[in-house]
């Protein structure tokens, strides 16, 4: 039974599809990138206001202490714009101001007008207890015999112009993101689409269909990518499915032989039990059980192999295992008096050897001879016979299963045509390789090991 997904806010967005999510986090960075670019842009828009303001009122007020320096301040100081202007004397009164300006209370304390001038910066000033209404942009400059001139302005303009903006940005902001999202829906749409199609090609492969392959989109990007690789899988998978059928016809063949041989043999025997020689029967119908049972053996070896690796992994003594497996045949092995040690599982190996002497004696004239040797990192088996030998051009194709040549077939000794493809499998198994090799007269097969 299917667990049921979890809840809360986490399992509720993994039920989600992938172009909701993506659209979604996308939506989500861009509302916190345009928000924060508003801000920023907001923020240097003021700061940019506030900075011509404060050049202005510097100005202004650079202009004044130039006519105070001239003492040339004999009435109301003429302005063109907002900019309030106020000239103190070092008593504290105000010696000249623009027109409507108040002429008896500064618009900073002395202390405060010290500290600007040191400061050499402007700073805000609430205006309403001057009646000037709004919060002024205030600068102080010193002239000579100890006046100073007082310039502000208002920074209501200011105010107004960052709000407008501001309020822009309100309402443009949303529009411009859900703009964005849409996009984003449809770009990762179709983004997605070749997935989709993907998804849509694997849905229709079933278990019986042939060279079925899913779409490649024509973009050279990772879902072409993607495609690609499955493709690949599935022609393996084919490739496989297609030897395991290959398999299991094969095997059928190979055991239909030997148990219509037991069947014959019994209805035969049955038939006429008078005149049956019931010990004969009893070695035939032997000699098709051991057969069968070969058979099995090698199939389960198969089965067992196809893993990729073996079944162990421990130290293997070479020379000790030839010279065994060698003696059990009554040849004398060439074995080097150095122990050649390669890891893997000695069962395994065993049945290799035993695997190429079988077909050695089987096929041999006069002699078989076995050998091992090093050869660099590798340790090297020959198993050589005097016999026939194999074509060259099957000498690679009797590496298969159940593959066995004309002469094998009609020998009754013959195995079932799964020996080298064991011996092969084995020693891949083992990271080595297997191969055969004209001996003249007679086949070399050379196996070869890497050393532990």
């Known amino acids: 039974m299917a667990a049921e997904p979890r809840g809360g806010p986490a399992g509720w967005w993994r039920r989600r599809s992938l172009r909701v999510r993506l659209t979604a986090a996308a939506a989500a960075v861009l509302a916190l990138g345009l928000a924060l670019s508003a801000y920023v842009f907001v923020d240097v828009l003021r700061r940019a206001l506030v900075s011509t303001i404060d050049e202005g009122i510097h100005q202004r007020a650079r202009e004044v202490v130039a006519l105070a320096d001239a003492h040339r301040l004999d009435g109301p100081i003429a302005t063109t714009d907002t900019t309030v202007v106020q000239v103190v004397g070092p008593d504290g009164r105000i010696l000249a101001a623009t027109a409507g300006t108040d002429r008896l209370v500064p618009l900073l304390k002395a202390a405060d007008r010290a500290e600007v001038v040191v400061a050499g910066k402007a700073r805000y000033l609430d205006g309403r207890p001057y009646g000037i209404p709004g919060v002024l942009r205030v600068t102080v400059l010193s002239a000579d015999d100890g006046i100073t001139v007082i310039a502000a302005r208002s920074v209501a303009e200011v105010q107004a112009s960052t709000k407008a ?96 041989s037991m069947r014959l043999q019994l209805e035969v025997a049955l038939s006429h039990p008078e005149g049956e020689d019931w010990r004969e029967t009893a070695d035939g119908v032997l000699e098709d059980t051991l057969r069968l ?67 050695a004696v089987r096929h041999r ?88």
Do not use: C
């Open 165 to 260: 903006a501001a309020h822009v940005l309100l309402i443009g902001t949303p529009l411009l993101l859900v703009l964005l999202a849409g996009a984003s829906w449809l770009v990762i749409g179709r983004t997605l689409r070749p997935i989709d199609a993907l998804r849509r090609g694997a849905a229709e492969i079933t278990g019986t269909a042939r060279s079925r392959r899913l779409p490649v989109p024509e973009a050279h990007d990772e879902v072409h990518s993607l495609a690609m690789t499955l493709n690949d899988m599935l022609d393996r998978l084919e490739a496989a499915g297609q030897r395991q059928r290959a398999l299991v016809s094969d095997a059928a063949h190979e055991l239909r032989s030997p148990l219509a």
């Open 293 to 359: 049972s070969r058979l099995a053996e090698d199939l389960l070896a198969l089965a067992r192999l196809d893993e990729g690796r073996p079944s162990r992994r421990e130290p293997v003594d070479l020379g000790e295992l030839v010279t065994r497996t060698a003696d059990r045949y009554g040849i004398a092995a060439d074995v080097p008096a150095a122990a050649l040690t390669v890891t893997g599982d000695a069962m395994d190996l065993g049945r290799v050897l035993t695997n190429l002497i079988d077909n």
């Open 365 to 452: 004239s006069e002699k078989v001879s076995v050998a091992l040797a090093q050869d660099g990192s590798y340790a090297e088996i020959t198993v050589t016979d005097d016999g026939p030998g194999i074509p060259a051009a099957d000498r690679e194709r009797v590496f298969d299963r159940f593959t066995r040549l004309d002469s094998a077939r009609s020998r009754d000794d013959g195995g079932a045509g799964l020996g080298l493809s064991i011996v092969r499998t084995t020693v891949h198994a083992h990271h080595g390789t297997v191969r055969l090799a004209d001996a003249s007269p007679g086949l070399t097969a050379v196996v070869r090991l890497p050393l532990a």
